[in-house]
């Protein structure tokens, strides 16, 4: 079956560090960029960040860059997000998608269950 | 940094069309996605590059877009087609919309 599933999310207190992982299944992973999107408590979606499929590029929402790292392990068919120095504003579910894109268009074809980060004390 | 508005909801009756926009600056030079979430669910594809559906989705679900506006339509539409939507492009970098309610009455 095609899936993907998160997996780390949880409470944690303000400054804190938690990693976030999402594995795949059904396809060969390597071949595709993956995305974390997040949705915070009865907001809207935000993409987060993403990766190049050998992990040589990778791109950060502004409001995470220099907190957040995104990885991957292609032998593990398995993406990662750590995520530092956590804010109140990060609680969310955070979701693992996969991309698709060419001619000018990108879009997420596969949404893994997510999870759920709180931040708070 | 670029933006795309929807309204925050939309009424439609159960057999009618339901028209959901999404705005943004030259937006028709842009590829247009949307996803339906329900409550408790993931984001589901129903229509990418503007106007294609993904194997599995109704086609009762269409899109368009042009100038600054794209457009979700749902025809004939059913309750169970009751949830948020989700436009999304991209301009460098992955942009959602802030999603619109469809509530079917």
């Known amino acids: 079956e095609v899936q993907l599933v998160e997996s780390g999310g949880g409470l944690v207190q303000p400054g804190g560090s938690l990693r976030l992982s999402c594995t795949a299944s059904?396809?060969?992973?390597?071949?595709?960029?993956m995305t974390w999107v997040r949705q915070a408590p009865g907001k809207g979606l935000e993409w987060v960040a993403n990766?190049?499929?050998?992990?040589?590029?990778?791109y950060y929402v502004d409001s995470v860059e220099g907190r957040f790292t995104i990885s991957r392990d292609n032998a593990k068919n398995s993406l990662y997000l750590q995520m530092n120095s956590l804010r109140a504003e990060d609680t969310a579910v955070y979701y693992c998608?996969?991309?698709?894109?060419?001619?000018?268009?990108?879009?997420?074809?596969?949404w893994g269950r997510g999870t759920l980060v709180t931040v708070s004390s | 940094s670029y933006e795309v508005t929807q309204p925050p909801s939309v009424s439609v009756s159960p057999g009618q069309t339901a028209s959901i926009t999404c705005s943004g600056d030259?937006?028709?030079?842009?590829?247009v996605s949307w996803y339906q979430q329900k409550p408790g669910q993931s984001p589901v594809l129903v229509i990418y590059?503007?106007?294609k559906r993904p194997s599995g989705i109704p086609e009762r679900f269409s899109g368009s877009n042009s100038g600054n506006t794209a457009t979700l339509t749902i025809s004939g539409t059913q309750a169970m087609d009751e949830a948020d939507y989700y436009c999304?492009?991209?301009?460098?970098?992955?942009?959602f919309g802030g999603g619109t309610k469809l509530t079917v009455l």
């Open positions: 998608a996969r991309d698709l894109y060419g001619s000018g268009s990108w879009y997420f074809d596969l």
């Open positions: 059904g396809f060969t992973f390597s071949t595709y960029w």
């Open positions: 990766i190049k499929e050998d992990g040589s590029e990778r």
């Open positions: 030259k937006l028709g030079d842009k590829y």
């Open positions: 590059q503007d106007n």
């Open positions: 999304q492009a991209w301009d460098s970098r992955v942009v």
